[in-house]
């Protein structure tokens, strides 16, 4: 899933997020997470070029 360009996880029952979503480098701009109970966010996450909207 490298060349997935934009990423909406809105409104769901997430907790968390596995370390590969790191992996993917063509996501552009943005990675939507609102209204999730995330506890944490990945150290992966923040090795992209991105605005993390948690």
Do not use: R, V
Not at 15 to 26: A, K, Q, V, Y
Not at 31 to 43: D, M, R, V, W
């Amino acid at each position: 899933m490298t060349k997935l360009e934009k990423l909406e996880l809105i409104n769901n029952q997430l907790t968390g997020l596995p370390d590969s979503i790191g992996n993917l480098s063509g996501l552009k701009n943005s990675i939507l997470l609102y209204g999730n109970p995330l506890k944490s966010l990945p150290e992966s996450l923040f090795n992209l070029p991105l605005e993390i909207a948690w």
